[in-house]
């Protein structure tokens, strides 16, 4: 699922600008990556800060790995990761800059998209044997309880939404 999750918005699009020629979609399938990549480079590089991550929206502290917790070096890593795939996009599609500056802020807009929604509607359980605040539905051997959020909003459909998100701004704004 997590690849269908990360991938499958930018396959869709990519394949209806290989049937339709439309640019648009090039641009739509480039965003869709930029958001994917972007929230790959911010969590990665955001757990390795020496600043604790604190919730998008209301500031609280979190623990690092949390969902919805982002770090000034995971946000500005994200943009970095955004940039890069729009600035490869643009050298295998030339496109005008201002469209690939579209392609940046669509992977930035996707990526705090996954912020958000990773903490307010992401499902969160609680282990009932170690106590850990966790993502998934069973830990150490044993079924979660439901904590926070909404049980049907897994990571994977974060993440849909995150790299939908992306190619939306792509596919929309270039359109302007």
Known sequence: MQVF???GVATLC???YGLTGDAHWW????????????DTWSSEVGMLS????????TGRLLQAGDSGGVTPVGLLAGCAGSVVVAGAAWLVYPVPLQQALVVALGGIAGN???????GTLQA????VRCGEA???REHCGSPTQHIAGWRRINNDVVNLLCT???ALVGFIVARI
């Open 134 to 136: 966790v993502e998934r």
């Open 164 to 166: 939908l998100a992306g």
């Open 14 to 16: 990519v394949a209806l």
């Open 5 to 7: 999750a990360n991938g």
């Open 124 to 127: 969160r359980y609680r282990c």
């Open 27 to 38: 641009l739509a399938f480039a965003g869709a990556y930029a958001a994917a990549n972007a």
């Open 50 to 57: 020496r600043t604790p991550p604190r919730h998008i929206l």
């Open 112 to 118: 705090l998209l996954d912020s958000v929604l990773g």
